[in-house]
């Protein structure tokens, strides 16, 4: 039996290895990939494009002006009149205006409140909320410095009244850097869609060439099939993960390995079977590639939301949570950035791997019994 | 010539037709993918699992820990008795913040001192413990002005300092900043940018690998007839997709849209262009279906949600993403789609991004018909 299913493994791995695009995407997959989404996803505003409308001119207003400085803002014009605003607002061209009112000197210098009104593009919400509260910022600090150049508070001020003085401390990425989180989120969604993938393709594509007349026609049984076609995913994503880890992760974004990696790969191991199952499900009931790549397009969707990363398992509704439950994807998440982020142990993570475990079987039996009831009859 | 062309197109629709389950899933798959996106990217951070550590046991700490409980941002999981406590609940992702008061907190804050309190968030999602830091300030800062304001007024001063400066923030063409006007045109531009990719790239790798490859080689139809012939059938179905996705965001997601539809859809329509002849390039330059299918996957799919300015605006991405970002054709739409939705803005306005995406267009035909040589072998 092993001797069948090996034979049978060497000419997959022969398969892959032939395919020098494929290989060429596969390491892509691992490295640049990882690399460009480590860069790519950065929640911070930067270079936000900015016009000033100073009506009131004056010395402090000019100095309020120069606070607005790169990287957060990038200040491209000085306005001189209203109708302006509309203009570089709606082209696109700039995503915020400041607007300094005529009585801005008298009303700070009269110690009165004055109000200055940033007008963003709604358009960008997310970076429109960001960027106001930065002006926000600027504006409490600005505020501080007047009152003490005006003589109303000093230093000492603070320190005999009853405050609370916050230390906040971030656990485990200090300098909340989104670069380590997005790079290790995107090798653990590569190890998911890599073995998704590569797997069923491999499955389909006996059905399309009609080659699987011949595999049934052989001594091999269903299940030798399926490991064949499993293992040499399960060699690849191993072997370029290597990769990821000790070329991009590590040198590139500094992202610190804490944990076993022994640990991690061996569940991963089971981890990239569970999800091959998957796929071979997804092949034994699809009739071409096309169909198989919708299904798994349908699969893969709610698998991305449901896996705690984007959406936190606390923000989920009652049903999606428990929903989230049958997906994979989602033990793997929290396997993984437990175990190489916050470098727990097994004690942690044993759930998460009693859960990869029962899928890969559910899912290889279905494969297995599906099979049985419609091909090989 | 004419002719040619339509024996392709017809060729193709067919071939559309007689896989019913394919066309029905390219069909429906778009309006899933949307209906989960549009659901289930929950962005507001709420129900933030808390853990408190009281070692002073006083009313005023109760009642420091009531101002998180109180809030909806906040869930209370529960009082730690020791610090191993805290570090299991932290490690294992149980809570996301901790809050330790500190055995000296009502003492010093009844003598007028600060009293430090100690913070611990878990720092493995950055954009959650932004938000998280962001509250945890908020709630400080309110708690601190009662304090004051109670000291003083029972020493018989008056907490007279207000700031000087205000901003008052005001958002254009989305006054709420309701983020489903933000994220649903988003999710219109990044689904047709990954999704007629997808379509497209099996349609002449898979023709390659069954051989039927060879009646085109042979007969004299010419390249560019085989490109336009294949494009056209499945600009077809990404339209109809288009149109769907478009009617869910109006009328299911109630996204405000004030511009034009006939110009949206003329952006569309190129836009689609470009995105299915992407898919076909992809087609016609690998050699096996699999590779084809990995990239196009990786290909459009990363740089749809990262580099198009879907999430963070391109002027916040660091120079690799602004150059990425130029070379997709996402970017280009994006503002176009924006505008026309929130703004209402008309044609002129757009034509710069319109003859941007006829060129794109062409480019990316012009390669396509450009590889695709008759050979054999």
């Given amino acids: ?377 | 010539m004419h002719s040619r062309i339509y024996a392709i197109i017809r060729k193709e629709t067919r071939e559309l037709i007689r896989d019913p389950v394919y066309l029905g899933l390219a069909l429906i798959v778009p309006l899933l993918l949307k209906l989960l996106f549009g659901y289930g990217l929950i962005m507001d951070v709420k129900n933030i699992p808390v853990l408190f550590y009281d070692q002073d046991h006083s009313p005023l700490s109760r009642e420091y820990i009531h101002s998180f409980t109180n809030s909806e941002y906040f869930r209370n999981t529960g009082m730690a008795k020791n610090y191993r406590e805290i570090d299991y609940a932290i490690r294992s992702g149980k809570v996301r913040v901790v809050v330790v008061i500190p055995p000296d907190f009502s003492r010093r804050l009844h003598e007028g001192k600060l009293a430090q309190i100690q913070f611990l968030v878990d720092g493995s999602f950055p954009m959650r413990a932004e938000v998280v830091k962001g509250y945890v300030a908020a709630i400080n800062a309110q708690f601190n002005q009662i304090m004051v304001t109670n000291y003083l007024t029972s020493r018989g001063q008056t907490a007279a300092t207000v700031f000087p400066i205000s901003v008052e923030g005001r958002a254009w063409y989305n006054p709420s900043l309701e983020s489903k006007n933000f994220i649903i045109p988003g999710l219109l531009v990044t689904t047709l940018m990954f999704y007629p990719a997808l379509l497209a790239a099996l349609v002449v790798v898979r023709e390659k690998e069954s051989g039927t490859i060879f009646n085109i080689y042979c007969s004299p139809v010419k390249p560019w007839e085989v490109v336009a012939g294949k494009a056209i059938p499945y600009i077809g179905v990404a339209f109809i997709d288009y149109v769907f996705i478009f009617l869910m965001s109006v009328m299911l997601f109630k996204v405000k849209f004030i511009g034009s539809f006939l110009l949206l859809t003329m952006g569309a329509l190129l836009y689609i262009a470009c995105t299915i002849g992407i898919g076909l390039l992809i087609s016609i330059i690998s050699r096996t279906q699999i590779a084809a299918m990995l990239i196009t996957f990786l290909g459009t799919m990363v740089p749809a949600f990262l580099y198009s300015g879907f999430m963070s605006p391109i002027t916040s991405q660091d120079v690799t993403g602004q150059i990425v970002s130029r070379f997709i054709p996402a970017t280009y739409f994006m503002g176009m789609v924006r505008g026309i939705y929130l703004k209402g803005l008309g044609f002129d306005y757009y034509l710069w991004d319109l003859i941007t995406l006829t060129i794109y267009a062409s480019i990316v035909y012009g390669i396509a018909i450009f590889s695709f040589r008759k050979r054999t072998g």
């Fill in chain 1, 1 to 377: 039996m092993w001797k069948r299913m090996l034979s049978l493994t060497r000419k997959e791995f022969s398969q892959i290895l032939r395919d020098k695009a494929l290989l060429f995407i596969l390491a892509w997959a691992f490295t640049g990939a990882i690399y460009t989404a480590g860069h790519g996803m950065s929640m911070e505003v930067e270079r936000f494009p900015t016009v000033i409308y100073d009506i009131d001119k004056g010395p402090l207003s000019r100095e309020l002006v120069s606070r607005f400085r790169m990287p957060y803002f990038k200040v491209l014009a000085y306005l001189h009149r209203e109708e302006e605003i509309t203009q570089w607002l709606d082209s696109g061209k700039a995503s915020m205006a400041v607007v300094i009112p005529p009585d801005f000197q008298r009303k700070v210098s009269g110690n009165t409140e004055a109000k200055i009104q940033v007008i963003t593009d709604g358009t960008i919400s997310m970076s429109a909320t960001i960027a106001i509260a930065y002006v926000a910022q600027i504006a409490s600090s600005y505020s501080i410095e007047v009152l003490e150049k005006q003589g109303m508070v000093t230093r000492s001020t603070f320190e005999n009244l009853p405050l609370i003085d916050e230390r906040l401390r971030v656990e485990f990425n200090p300098n909340i850097l989104s670069s380590w989180f997005t790079s290790l989120l995107e090798l653990l969604n590569m190890f998911t869609m890599v073995s998704l993938l590569l797997t069923a393709a491999a499955m389909v594509r006996e059905k399309e060439y009609g080659t699987l007349e011949q595999l049934l026609a052989s001594p091999l049984r269903p299940g030798e099939i399926f490991m064949a076609k499993i293992i040499p995913t399960i060699i690849i994503v191993l072997s370029l993960s290597f990769l990821s880890i000790f070329l991009v992760l590590k040198p590139a974004f500094g992202v610190p390995i804490r944990g076993s990696l022994f640990l991690f790969y061996s569940i991963a191991a089971i981890y990239v079977f569970t999800m091959s199952s998957l796929g071979i499900a997804i092949a034994v009931v699809a009739r071409n590639l096309a169909q198989a790549m919708m299904i798994m397009l349908l699969i893969l969707a709610p698998m991305l939301f449901l896996s705690g990363a984007w959406t936190p398992p606390e923000a989920m509704a009652p049903w999606m949570q428990w929903a989230s439950h049958i997906s994979p994807m989602r033990y793997f998440i929290d396997f993984g950035y437990s175990v190489l982020f916050k470098g727990n142990g097994i004690a942690y993570v044993w759930q998460d791997i009693v859960g990869i475990m029962l899928m890969g079987i559910l899912l290889f039996g279905f494969s297995r019994w599906w099979f049985g009831r419609t091909i090989s009859k």
